[in-house]
Each structure stands twice: as structure tokens, then as C-alpha cells.
């Protein structure tokens, strides 16, 4: 009997611990893309404002290593918007991120903020096809941002095919398909 109530006891703490982490908010891991083509984790309003905002990047010391800011480089992220093969069409998936990346670019610290929106391409295929599919990527972005309330005098649009690559050494690899957000300063 003792042996009985003290599985069950066992079982209901495993239960309990196990409802107590699901209920817990989880951050999403960091914004590089997912190499392995698979979902990836959509980064929240928070996440990407810190990292616009250049607030990710504070200085921090490691086993005696100290990492700097550079502050003429304009604050970025990289989102993976999953888009149709070889289209502009964001897929149904890309909603949530975009969406996320709205109320960032609306959130009070963002608002009066210019931001460059750039679509990348991996190095497969012909680069002036990739030159012009990552403008239109980019044109959607911003389609996508200003019909949810982001003024479209805040955004510009730049298409750079495969000519920036995320992973130079690897030029076919899906991590190099991205739309990149570039924080410009303060809007004029």
C-alpha cells in the first residue's frame, strides 16, 4: 500500500512540475534563422525592440573578454518571413512574425524611428532574378507593415540578392534568405 500512494504521490508532483513549465512564459530563442529549413521560434514585440533599439548588445564581460558596442553601425535584426518557392508571396506562417515586428515598429521607444527594410537571397540561381525577387520580398514586408498601421514614410525598401550573405561560406544555405531590419534614426 505505502508503495501504491507513494507512485501516485510521485506522478501527481511529475504533473504538477510539468504544468507549472508549460505554464510559464518561454522566450524565443535567438534571431538567427533556422538553418535546417524547419519552423523557426517567432521573436516577440520585446525581442525585437531591444534589439532595434541596440539594447541586446550591452556590454558584458565573459571569462575576462569584454565585448563593445559599436555605435556607427545602425541597430538590425534578421526575421526568417517564410515566403512561397521563388515568389513574393508571404506564406500564411509569416503573419505571426510580421505581426510581432508591427508592434515593435509602433511601440513608443520605435515610433519615431526610420527603419530600412532589406531582403536577402542565398547565391542559387541568377543573381539579377535574386536581385530583383529580394526587392519584391522586401516591397511585401513593408505592404504587410503599413496596411497594419506602420507609416509608410518610416520605411524604405532595398533588395541586395545574394550580394550580403549571412554565411558567405555556405552560399546555397536558407539562413542567407532573410529580410533584415534596419533601424535609420530618427524620422525627419
Known amino acids: 500500500m505505502k508503495t501504491l500512494r507513494g507512485a501516485t504521490a510521485a506522478r501527481t508532483c511529475l504533473l504538477l512540475g510539468l504544468a507549472m513549465i508549460a505554464g510559464e512564459p518561454q522566450s524565443a530563442p535567438a534571431a538567427e534563422p533556422s538553418s535546417s529549413g524547419g519552423s523557426t521560434a517567432v521573436l516577440s514585440e520585446q525581442q525585437i525592440e531591444q534589439m532595434l533599439k541596440?539594447?541586446?548588445?550591452?556590454?558584458?564581460?565573459?571569462?575576462?573578454?569584454?565585448?563593445?558596442?559599436?555605435?556607427?553601425?545602425?541597430?538590425?535584426i534578421s526575421l526568417n518571413i517564410p515566403f512561397e518557392y521563388n515568389s513574393f508571396?508571404?506564406?500564411?506562417?509569416?503573419?505571426?512574425?510580421?505581426?510581432?515586428?508591427?508592434?515593435?515598429?509602433?511601440?513608443q521607444s520605435l515610433r519615431g524611428d526610420r527603419f530600412m527594410v532589406a531582403g536577402h537571397t542565398d547565391a542559387k540561381?541568377?543573381?539579377?532574378?535574386?536581385?530583383?525577387?529580394?526587392?519584391?520580398?522586401?516591397d511585401s514586408v513593408k505592404h504587410f507593415l503599413v496596411v497594419h498601421g506602420v507609416e509608410a514614410g518610416r520605411l524604405d525598401t532595398v533588395g541586395y540578392g545574394s550580394e550580403q550573405l549571412l554565411d558567405p561560406d555556405q552560399p546555397g544555405d536558407s539562413r542567407n534568405r532573410r529580410v533584415e531590419i534596419r533601424d535609420l534614426g530618427a524620422a525627419q
Open 54 to 76: 541596440g539594447e541586446a548588445t550591452t556590454p558584458s564581460r565573459t571569462r575576462g573578454l569584454r565585448r563593445q558596442v559599436t555605435p556607427e553601425a545602425p541597430a538590425s
Open 125 to 138: 540561381g541568377n543573381p539579377q532574378s535574386n536581385k530583383r525577387l529580394s526587392l519584391q520580398r522586401a
Open 89 to 107: 508571396a508571404l506564406k500564411p506562417e509569416a503573419s505571426e512574425q510580421l505581426r510581432q515586428l508591427t508592434s515593435a515598429l509602433s511601440s
